[in-house]
């Protein structure tokens, strides 16, 4: 595992994107359940948890922009590559799946999901293909 | 490409951690360059030129020039 300045950073950045994350879906999950929420504010209720997400893409860009040490920003490029090529590539086979009835409905935040689980393939081949991996 | 950075670590006794902290990377930015996996951009190829006070040339090989030696 390396830990840059930007790295450190990073992590830390996540890991406020992820609390607040948490609060938002649980605020989200028990307004609904309780029937709190309505017209725009649901939308806005609904739409809360997306953010820190969106956040949290956000903060992978701002580190590659912020990661000074260029073989290892290198080693991140490729990783977040892969997790795009492996999510939208799940997402458009299940999209064809999906059109033609073979399999049931997923929602598609889930293209997120596959594209966190795409950064630990990126790291498998990272350390494939250049013996080196990072987790950040 | 080839590159002669080991070489001049060995000469000064420097270990890859020595090397990466006095060129700014990481350990694993030195073990890539020595080993070909990656090559510098040109102002870290500088700054480790810059370090061994020897002309860039000295320390990495140019492609097209090993490649018309081996034919």
């Not at chain 1, 580190?63 to 977040?80: F, K, P």
């Not at chain 2, 670590?9 to 360059?33: F, P």
Request: charged content about 20%.
């Amino acid at each position: 595992m390396i830990r840059t300045v930007a790295g450190r950073r990073y992590n830390s950045r996540v890991v406020w994107l992820s609390l607040a994350y948490a609060a938002f879906l649980l605020f989200a999950v028990y307004g609904f359940k309780h029937h709190l929420l309505h017209g725009p504010i649901a939308y806005l209720s609904a739409v809360l948890p997306a953010l820190p997400i969106i956040g949290i893409f956000g903060a992978m860009g701002r580190y590659l922009l912020e990661e000074s040490d260029e073989y290892i920003r290198m080693v991140h490029v490729r990783q977040t590559l892969w997790a795009t090529g492996f999510a939208l590539s799940v997402a458009t086979i299940w999209g064809f799946l999906e059109s033609f009835e073979l399999v049931g409905h997923v929602e598609s935040f889930y293209i997120a999901v596959l594209w966190f689980l795409g950064l630990g393939v990126g790291s498998v081949m990272n350390r494939l293909t250049l013996g080196t991996s990072v987790d950040c | 490409m080839e590159n002669r950075l080991r070489v001049l670590r060995a000469e000064r006794a420097w270990s890859q951690q020595d090397l990466a902290e006095r060129i700014e990377v990481s350990r694993q930015s030195v073990n890539a360059i020595e080993t070909g996996k990656y090559d510098p951009s040109l102002p870290l190829a500088f700054r480790i030129a810059e370090l061994f006070e020897v002309p860039i040339e000295e320390i990495f090989v140019s492609p097209s020039r090993h490649s018309s030696k081996a034919i």
